[in-house]
């Protein structure tokens, strides 16, 4: 494709992205794209298009010869990876905003890349409105990119920002962002940090080169979030965020998580609400900058998925470099992390398990703690169970292994476990 040529698109979905990708491309005539047709599930729904424009075969889409790009925006994983896999393979460049499809087939994707020589591009799968991925892809040197840290999920920084800044429960907001078109289909993906975790994995590729699936990175929801939470949040002066994370330790490997943390009020992502996502990336000569945006929403997401039409026209790809032209960084679970555990019952929680406890209220109703703990001590999930609530601190990787064995012999001596 050359900057002189138009798009033909197919779509896959019609939904919330789908429909709106259909009203953007309306009103920017000047991309020289036009929608050939748009493969749905459900024909019997009412669309606002054309109902010449539709079709449930998508080998009307994947085998017409005038389409040249698919964009699939559809929320089944393994049917869209068999979208994108037929498409490439059939000469189709492709867009989509499927993390969980990406992050479940990145190893695949990349392969199926590197046969085709076609681009396939996703921005709108990370953070919506925000162009993370290009910059991480253009802008960043892996040797020199020390940090990312961001709210990635705009559905649960809504309901986050409803039930402490508005005072709804949790079932009120939630259902207020479903309403509102932030939250998925199954809320499960969000609230419990599925989607997040999918974005980060996805992220880590074009900031470290590191290929590995969700399922092996720490991570959790809001799910287990309670009011009193809050509470001890507004005394220590923090907020409460869902945060996903990647550092570069000292040792030169990666440390990611997506999980609750404290946020201090003069960290930008204080200022991150509702449906909206903010990232934060530290390097090594620029500093820290701030990226912020809607990271939820039709058009939010349909204007990802735009920019990346119109760099199809340009013949833009991914080129990976941290992966192919540089030396991949490794992830690692050796690392220790500051947590803030709230529960019902002492027994609940595997007091053993920290490497120490500094602060405990064993007085409330609502009783925590906040300790040090390895990130290896997390791994059977007792703190997901029980109504236990577990946020990580303002500044929660610690990486002075010394420290640690020097104070946990201490309270060894001292007779205090």
Known sequence: MDAHKSLTIGIFGFGVVGEGLYKVLQQTPSLKAQIKKVCIKHPSKTRNAPAELFTTNKEDLLFDNDINV???????PEAAFEIVTIALRNGKAVVSASKKMIADHLREILQLQQETQLPFLYEAAACASIPVIRNLEEYYDNDLLHSIKGIINGSTNFILSKMFEDRLNFSQALMLAQQLGFAESNPALDVEGYDAVNKLSILLNHAYGIVEHPDNILFSGIQNIQLSDALVAKEKQVDIKLVAQAKKLKNGKVAAFVL???IKHDDALAFVKYQYNGVVIESGFADKQFFYGKGAGSFPTASAVLSDLSALRYDYKYEYKKLYHHTPNELTNDFYI?????????????REKFEWIEEWHAEAERKYLVGVIHISQLKDNWWKENRISLVLTADPIIEDYEIIKLKRRSLELAGII
């Open 260 to 262: 609750p943390q404290f």
């Open 338 to 350: 500051k947590v803030y555990v709230s529960f019902d019952d002492w027994d609940y929680v595997p």
């Open 70 to 76: 698919i964009v699939e925006v559809i929320d089944d």
